[in-house]
């Protein structure tokens, strides 16, 4: 059984930056990152796959946020920069074996974490 955990969430002002990790306990195809703000519907903000080679970003990320990997650690990275106060939200990582990238929406993956709160203040 794989098991995601997501951790670096806390409160930055605008502008700021926040690296997310991400440990997945298994080898998966691919890991992505979503988030939820409240009230509204989770959104896809990118993802990798196993080799690090491959990233894929919504449209919402802007060029300002990174996925990246280490698979010596088994963690997963989402580096935000230039964060604004509409990127707070809810956090998630999930992680796929579905033979298939970019998997961009959450059906896509079998695997979750519990999430992590970013909060950006203006």
């Known amino acids: 059984q794989v098991q995601v955990a997501e951790s670096g969430g806390g409160s930055v002002q605008a502008g700021g930056s926040l690296r997310l990790s991400c440990e997945v306990s298994?080898?998966?195809?691919?890991s992505g990152w979503f988030r939820q703000a409240p009230g509204k519907e989770r959104k896809f903000v990118g993802s990798i796959d196993w080799t690090g080679t491959n990233t894929y970003y919504g449209d919402l990320v802007e060029g300002r946020f990174t996925v990246s990997r280490d698979n010596a650690k088994n963690t997963v990275y989402l580096q935000m920069n230039s964060l604004k106060p509409e990127d707070t939200a809810v956090y998630y990582c999930a992680a796929s074996n579905q033979q298939t990238f970019p998997a961009v929406t959450g059906g896509l993956y079998e695997y979750w974490g519990r999430g992590t709160q970013v909060t950006v203040s203006s």
């Open positions: 298994g080898r998966t195809f691919s």
